[in-house]
């Protein structure tokens, strides 16, 4: 397997913050493969994300290399790099159409004209299992639900065909079946493309059920990481244990004369 990118030792220090939010973290990512990033909130895991996608605040200090031997250089943004958020209402323009954002990365990083472009534009919505792929490119984000509006935030994020879909936090604020389906969309789209998927989440189930490879991040440090089902089986780092003891299986009934 090809290694797409590579951390070294990156540090990356908040303005005014009393601490470092990521210390020395040194990571391989490889082509095709889905990492899942997880830990509790404030651990760094949404920094590294940010810094993989060159999404840093202006005047943070950042320490240590990130390279790309698996690109031509350095990634083009926007282009190799998609980035999904976790609250699509914020991350998309409330005054443009779903039709304009979705397109706008097609249309600028791949040449395409209009015509084309809104082609594309239905093509993209309808692989992420919008109905009426005509009626949403026409509407606006507030008449959208929150699902709905996620599915547009991924069919934008992969509109100029990236290698790496950065997807941070996106199931948080849905319910558990509107979370599985996000995440049953992320995981067709990255395999049928053979694009990287890194998956943050504070969500053990969930990035349990999806990951070839889980990342745990405990005080901005990488603590643990390997294969998905040794780290929930056999767990080395006592932050991750801690995190399977917290989780709670919500789909195997309590038994009887079990406190529920």
């Known amino acids: 397997m090809t290694t797409l ?6 540090t990356v220090t908040y303005r005014r913050a009393p601490a470092p939010a990521l210390s020395g973290v040194s990571l391989d990512i490889e082509a095709g493969e889905i990492l ?26 950042v320490a240590g ?8 250089g350095a990634p083009r943004a926007g282009r190799d790099i998609g980035y999904v958020f976790q609250d699509p209402g914020s991350s998309l323009n409330p005054v443009l159409s779903i ?6 990365g097609a249309r600028h990083h791949l040449g395409l004209d209009r015509r084309s472009t809104d082609a594309e534009v239905l ?5 992420v299992h919008l109905p009426q792929p005509e009626r949403i490119a026409r509407a606006f984000p ?10 547009v935030a991924i069919a934008a994020a992969i509109a100029a065909r990236p290698r790496l879909l950065i997807a941070d936090e996106v199931t948080s604020a849905l319910d558990v079946v509107v979370q599985a389906a ?3 969309i992320l995981v067709e789209l990255v395999r049928a493309d053979g694009m990287t998927l890194v998956f943050v989440t504070h969500d053990l189930a969930l990035a349990s059920g999806i990951a070839d490879r889980v990342a745990v991040m ?31 299986d919500l789909t195997t009934p309590p038994l009887v004369g079990e406190a529920s």
């Open 218 to 248: 405990a005080a901005g440090r990488l603590v643990e990481l390997g294969p998905a089902a040794e780290i929930i089986t056999a767990p080395r780092a006592t932050e991750t244990a801690a995190l399977i003891a917290a989780h709670i």
């Open 65 to 72: 290399r990130i390279d790309w031997p698996g690109l031509d």
């Open 99 to 104: 039709g304009e954002q979705v397109g706008e």
């Open 5 to 10: 990118t590579t951390m070294s030792g990156l």
């Open 142 to 151: 507030h008449q959208l639900s929150g699902g709905q509006r996620q599915r």
């Open 36 to 61: 899942a990033i997880i830990g509790e909130s404030g651990s760094g895991k949404s920094t590294l994300a940010r810094a993989l996608a060159g999404l840093l605040p202006e005047r943070t200090e």
């Open 182 to 184: 996000i995440v049953e």
């Open 123 to 127: 093509r993209l919505l309808s692989r």
